[in-house]
């Protein structure tokens, strides 16, 4: 046998909604995989948003040597039905699970019906595997792997992460139904919003944050990301970019970088937002970012608390954070945020200064509710255990429970839920309803960019932004 070949399924995210977000990893892998020889197909359900039965009808479809699924910890209970409905349908295939949902193997192996789990980065152990496969040769000498053995689940030596990550092909977008995505419009306005990934990891350790990929932060080369953005526009007239680094403008240099490359391929006519961290964004960063096409940054403020911040390992000030604020407002960039309520310490105080904060710094957001996700340092902390385990008795149960988390899955306050909910239905109100400008900053920013227009534009998005989108609900934003 010349090639293995490989079924590739993305399970859905939140059918109830458009679809949002190409999975990247997914496609780097198939990209990894076709680059090798493999055949490979994919079964995009989240993209094309298939009902579970749909899947289920196009398993049997032909033959495969290898099926894997995975992806977030929010597929756990969807992955628990396909691999079964996969064991029908593909007796004679490895079944192989990976990404996120395999946090924690022991309980992955213990209640889904995967062969095989791929911990951490994907792309070699997979490209391996499906050799492994091609050849009819034990899988168990491949880092990177864990399975179920006699004396219970069995690991193979850790892979280590790929150290330049341009020796990965571009993502195999062309097996994905893109468009599908990128018609769903997050921010920009625009019809189209393609929504790239230029690096992996963060450095910072905030906890309730995860890191598949491990301490340390790898960043793909500028001209790599040039040449996405460039397929994006030419092969879908991308108008506008997401980029969804977990912390984009963790190094200010890079960001530099990235911004005069923007302009010299004449790409900084696209507006773009990425995510960032205010402690790493000054004037000077700022005015460039804005010149390259940036119009909105998204950070990840959490609390406007600096007691909550301390705790969670955030390693920021409330100051610094509404100094970087007011910058962007001076660059014309719109600063987002996103906000996590309920960690362990939160109380009444702590709610009212982040209201004051939001207030203050004119940001118009929802709340998340803290979900302690397997693998962070919220998750282990022994008081946070104990209450997942009295709430949901295994964790089994705690990760199917995760589902779309749209509702709080762990109360870790000390007020009943109830009036955990009540107070969060109350601060949301105080915070929602608030312009981001007042008009003197919109006469400010019109006058400093000498652009009434394209200040009117940016409000005129803002608005549209609000009314298209409910305040956010639940869990860790993924952000810098
Ligand atoms: C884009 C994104 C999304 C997209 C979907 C992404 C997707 N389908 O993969 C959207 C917007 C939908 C999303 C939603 C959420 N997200 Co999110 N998201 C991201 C983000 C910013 C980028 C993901 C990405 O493309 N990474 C780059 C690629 C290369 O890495 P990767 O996806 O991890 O893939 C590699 C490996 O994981 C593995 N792999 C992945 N899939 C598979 C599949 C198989 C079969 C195999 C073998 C291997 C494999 O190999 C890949 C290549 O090396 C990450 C942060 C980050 N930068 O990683 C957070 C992140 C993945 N999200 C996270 C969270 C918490 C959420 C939410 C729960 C937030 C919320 N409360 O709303 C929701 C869940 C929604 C839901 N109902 O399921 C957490 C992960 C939690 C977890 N343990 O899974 C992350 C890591 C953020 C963080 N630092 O905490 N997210
Ligand atoms: S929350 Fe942001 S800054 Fe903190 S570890 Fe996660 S990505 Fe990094």
Same mark, same amino acid.
């Given at each position: 046998?010349?090639?293995?070949?490989?079924?590739?399924?993305?399970?859905?995210?939140?059918?109830?909604?458009?679809?949002?977000?190409?999975?990247?990893?997914?496609?780097?892998?198939?990209?990894?995989?076709?680059?090798?020889?493999?055949?490979?197909?994919?079964?995009?359900?989240?993209?094309?948003?298939?009902?579970?039965?749909?899947?289920?009808?196009?398993?049997?479809?032909?033959?495969?040597?290898?099926?894997?699924?995975?992806?977030?910890?929010?597929?756990?209970?969807?992955?628990?039905?396909?691999?079964?409905?996969?064991?029908?349908?593909?007796?004679?295939?490895?079944?192989?699970?990976?990404?996120?949902?395999?946090?924690?193997?022991?309980?992955?192996?213990?209640?889904?019906?995967?062969?095989v789990c791929v911990l951490g980065e994907g792309e070699h152990t997979m490209g391996e595997l499906?050799?492994a496969?091609?050849?009819?040769?034990?899988f168990r000498s491949i880092a990177g792997l864990a399975w179920?053995?006699?004396?219970?689940?069995?690991l193979s030596p850790p892979r280590a992460v790929e150290?330049?990550?341009?020796?990965?092909?571009?993502?195999?977008?062309?097996?994905?139904?893109?468009?599908?995505?990128?018609?769903?419009?997050?921010?920009?306005?625009?019809?189209?919003?393609?929504?790239?990934?230029?690096?992996?990891?963060?450095?910072?350790? /905030?906890?309730? $944050?995860?890191? +598949?990929? !491990?301490?340390?932060?790898? &960043?793909?080369?500028?001209?790599?990301?040039?040449?996405? *953005?460039?397929?994006?526009?030419?092969?879908?007239?991308?108008?506008?970019?997401?980029?969804?680094?977990?912390?984009?403008?963790?190094?200010?240099?890079?960001?530099?970088?990235?911004?005069?490359?923007?302009?010299?391929?004449?790409?900084?006519?696209?507006?773009?937002?990425?995510?960032?961290?205010?402690?790493?964004?000054?004037?000077?960063?700022?005015?460039?970012?804005?010149?390259?096409?940036?119009?909105?940054?998204?950070?990840?403020?959490?609390?406007?608390?600096?007691?909550?911040?301390?705790?969670?390992?955030?390693?920021?000030?409330?100051?610094?954070?509404?100094?970087?604020?007011?910058? /962007?407002?001076? $660059?014309?960039? +719109?600063? !987002?945020?996103?906000?996590? &309520?309920?960690?362990?310490?939160?109380?009444?105080?702590? *709610?009212?200064?982040?209201?004051?904060?939001?207030?203050?710094?004119?940001?118009?957001?929802?709340?998340?509710?803290?979900?302690?996700?397997?693998?962070?340092?919220?998750?282990?902390?022994?008081?946070?255990?104990?209450?997942?385990?009295?709430?949901?008795?295994?964790?089994?149960?705690?990760?199917?429970?995760?589902?779309?988390?749209?509702?709080?899955?762990?109360?870790?306050?000390?007020?009943?839920?109830?009036?955990?909910?009540?107070?969060?239905?109350?601060?949301?109100?105080?915070?929602?309803?608030?312009?981001?400008?007042?008009?003197?900053?919109?006469?400010?920013?019109?006058?400093?960019?000498?652009?009434?227009?394209?200040?009117?534009?940016?409000?005129?998005?803002?608005?549209?932004?609000?009314?298209?989108?409910?305040?956010?609900?639940?869990?860790?934003?993924?952000?810098?």
């Open positions: 046998m010349s090639a293995a070949s490989v079924l590739l399924i993305n399970p859905p995210i939140r059918l109830n909604s458009p679809p949002t977000s190409v999975p990247v990893g997914l496609a780097s892998i198939a990209a990894v995989l076709r680059r090798a020889g493999h055949r490979v197909d994919v079964l995009d359900a989240n993209g094309l948003r298939l009902s579970f039965e749909q899947v289920r009808g196009r398993l049997g479809e032909r033959r495969y040597d290898l099926v894997a699924a995975g992806g977030l910890i929010t597929t756990y209970k969807y992955l628990k039905g396909l691999f079964g409905a996969v064991r029908e349908a593909q007796s004679g295939a490895l079944r192989v699970i990976g990404g996120g949902v395999c946090v924690d193997p022991r309980v992955v192996l213990a209640n889904i019906d995967a062969d499906a050799a496969c091609r050849d009819r040769r034990d179920r053995g006699e004396g219970g689940v069995e150290s330049d990550l341009d020796r990965f092909p571009m993502p195999a977008y062309d097996l994905f139904p893109t468009e599908l995505y990128h018609r769903t419009v997050l921010y920009s306005g625009q019809a189209n919003e393609a929504r790239l990934i230029t690096s992996r990891g963060c450095p910072w350790r /905030c906890t309730f $944050c995860w890191h +598949i990929f !491990g301490p340390g932060m790898r &960043f793909r080369g500028i001209e790599a990301v040039m040449e996405e *953005v460039r397929y994006f526009r030419r092969r879908e007239g991308a108008a506008s970019l997401l980029f969804a680094d977990e912390n984009f403008t963790a190094r200010p240099s890079r960001v530099l970088e990235f911004c005069e490359a923007m302009c010299r391929n004449g790409f900084h006519r696209i507006p773009w937002m990425c995510s960032g961290r205010a402690d790493t964004l000054d004037r000077r960063v700022l005015r460039q970012m804005r010149r390259a096409g940036c119009y909105r940054i998204a950070f990840g403020v959490e609390s406007g608390c600096q007691r909550l911040l301390d705790a969670m390992n955030k390693r920021i000030g409330v100051e610094q954070m509404a100094e970087t604020f007011r910058l /962007c407002r001076e $660059c014309n960039i +719109i600063p !987002g945020g996103t906000l996590i &309520f309920g960690v362990p310490g939160e109380d009444e105080a702590s *709610v009212a200064e982040t209201v004051r904060f939001c207030r203050a710094n004119r940001l118009a957001t929802g709340l998340f509710f803290a979900t302690p996700f397997p693998g962070t340092e919220l998750y282990n902390d022994p008081p946070v255990q104990r209450r997942i385990l009295a709430r949901y008795g295994t964790k089994d149960r705690f990760f199917e429970a995760l589902g779309d988390v749209v509702d709080f899955t762990v109360n870790l306050t000390d007020w009943g839920d109830e009036e955990m909910l009540r107070i969060k239905r109350r601060a949301e109100a105080a915070i929602k309803h608030q312009p981001p400008l007042t008009m003197a900053s919109i006469a400010w920013a019109s006058v400093r960019s000498r652009g009434l227009r394209r200040t009117a534009r940016w409000y005129a998005q803002w608005l549209r932004q609000r009314l298209a989108r409910p305040a956010g609900r639940n869990g860790t934003p993924p952000d810098g």
